[in-house]
């Protein structure tokens, strides 16, 4: 039978587009499906502010009137400002194990790019850094976390068929927690709190953070700026992120770390794996998703490590073996056996050997392909 190509036009094509995935890894015990209404907010550009800069399009692939692919072109113009680049990203792909759908559904998104103006695409990649990135090249049998992106094994399979090459991998860890902080971890965290006159507060309730809340944000912007193709947020995004994330943090779960003026130095955001009640949810909120989500907070025995930062003065002075001591002791209070450290560039070697302070193993691989444009 044919294939029809649909580009998302309506409400009820979007719906379809997000929708798509939950019925391909239906009985796929390794994804995690994300939550719909986070889906629905990245990809609307009345929700997303980064929209603001961002410009998209989306498609679907129908066979006999039943849909076997997906895909997202995005052009991020502050990226392309900031790089001196002409490149279009690709996101949000899926599809069925068949040469023809994946062709398709490439030669479209590389089709407008370069309608676009743009001489090369990258992906798969979000609007921005706070969306998932990098296809997942070793890792299949292992659990994903929510916020990755999880993929068949065909799909790179797929897309190095069509000419796509290797931009950058990122690599995943899975850290058993022992009892107590690794002693070299312990000591150097005490040497880093004392010596630059450090202190990590301690809040009951998730309100009481949110002094510091834009501060997180603003560290991110000014630590991560040199990362693989990050572009700093807005104040629009920030406050969208804000709104979004802080009405539920456990504070326990978000260590900060502040400088004897109290100005936020470090943190850690962190929280514990949802996976188990995401995969009894669906993906669906309500009417009694939350519920479970609540419950399996109080629960899980497993934490997903999402994003940490040293301010730039404090780099180098033992400051992230504060974070780590932190979690580790957060962990042992909770009973947390196991830690997720999600995506970390394979050339990030300061992080990745803490971790052999550990009993960790490298799990998952996932990478970013690109491809020039004629």
């Known amino acids: 039978m044919s294939l029809n190509l649909k580009a998302v036009s309506s409400k009820k094509d979007l719906k379809n587009f997000i929708s798509f995935p939950y019925d391909l890894y239906r009985d796929n015990k390794y994804f995690i499906p994300p939550l719909r209404f986070d889906e629905k907010k990245t990809l609307n550009r009345k929700d997303n502010p980064a929209f603001d800069f961002c410009e998209s399009k989306y498609w679907l692939v129908y066979k006999d009137n039943r849909i076997v692919g997906r895909i997202a072109g995005i052009i991020n113009s502050k990226f392309n400002e900031k790089f001196n680049k002409k490149e279009a990203r690709f996101g949000w792909v899926d599809f069925e194990d068949d040469d023809s759908i994946s062709s398709m559904l490439f030669e479209t998104v590389e089709k407008w790019a370069v309608e676009k103006g743009m001489t090369s695409i990258h992906g798969p990649l979000g609007f921005t850094d706070m969306d998932g990135e990098g296809m997942l090249i070793e890792g299949y049998d292992e659990v994903s976390t929510l916020g990755s992106i999880y993929n068949y094994p065909y799909y790179r399979t797929h897309i190095e068929k069509l000419d796509y090459q290797k931009d950058t991998d990122w690599i995943e860890f899975n850290v058993r927690i022992i009892r107590d902080t690794p002693e070299k971890i312990a000591r150097i965290a005490q040497i880093a709190l004392q010596r630059n006159k450090l202190h990590v507060p301690v809040f009951k309730k998730a309100k009481d953070m949110l002094p ?95 994003l940490t930062a040293v301010r730039t003065d404090l780099q180098n002075k033992g400051v992230n073996a504060l974070l780590i001591d932190q979690i580790n002791k957060v962990c042992i209070k909770n009973g947390i056996k196991y830690v997720e450290t999600n995506r970390e560039l394979e050339s990030n070697e300061k992080v990745q050997a803490q971790w052999k302070l550990y009993d960790a193993r490298q799990h998952k691989r996932r990478r970013c392909y690109k491809k020039a444009l004629s």
């Open 212 to 306: 510091y809340a834009r501060d997180i944000f603003y560290l991110i912007n000014e630590t991560y700026k040199d990362l693989y193709g990050f572009v700093e947020l807005t104040d629009r995004q920030i406050d969208s992120y804000v709104k979004q994330y802080f009405s539920f943090i456990r504070p326990e779960y978000l260590p900060l770390v502040l400088d004897e003026n109290n100005k936020l130095a470090a943190f850690g955001i962190t929280m514990p794996s949802l996976n188990k009640a995401l995969q009894k949810i669906d993906g669906k909120l309500f009417p009694f998703g939350f519920l479970r989500i609540l419950k399996e907070m109080k629960k899980s025995d497993s934490l997903d490590l999402y």
